[in-house]
């Protein structure tokens, strides 16, 4: 059974930096498919960004274009998203998911097949 399990979140100022990590028991965090989403009160779960096996593949949402970076820790076997220049609207709830669904598109909660429970970022002014 694969576990996700997210952790670094917290409440930082405007313009500030943060730095979440994804580990997971039950899959290999190393090479597998992972991503990033994240979701406010009263939105849908947006994508944030993935990184591909082998880090083939990295890709972000639009609204975090560089200002975030996903990357392999895999010293701590785990998947981080350093997140930099953060605003406001980038309060939400971070979600990390592992193994790619490929009928669906990555940037969509179909798309992946395992999912922790979250942790909270808060940006404030």
Do not use: H
């Not at 952790?7 to 990590?21: E, F, H, K």
């Not at 009263?42 to 993935?50: L, P, Q, T």
């Amino acid at each position: 059974q694969v576990q996700v399990v997210e952790s670094g979140g917290d409440s930082v100022q405007a313009g500030g930096t943060l730095t979440l990590s994804c580990t997971t028991s039950g899959y290999n965090t190393q090479t597998g498919y992972l991503t990033w989403f994240r979701q406010s009160p009263g939105k849908e779960r947006e994508a944030v960004a993935y990184i591909s096996s082998g880090d083939a593949g990295i890709g972000y949402g639009d609204s975090v274009k560089g200002r975030f970076t996903i990357s392999r820790d895999n010293a701590k076997n785990a998947v981080l998203l350093q997140m930099s220049s953060l605003k406001p609207e980038d309060t939400a709830m971070y979600y990390c998911a592992a193994d790619r669904v490929w009928s669906n598109s990555w940037r969509t909660v179909a798309g992946w097949r395992y999912w922790g429970q979250g942790t909270q970022v808060t940006v404030s002014s």
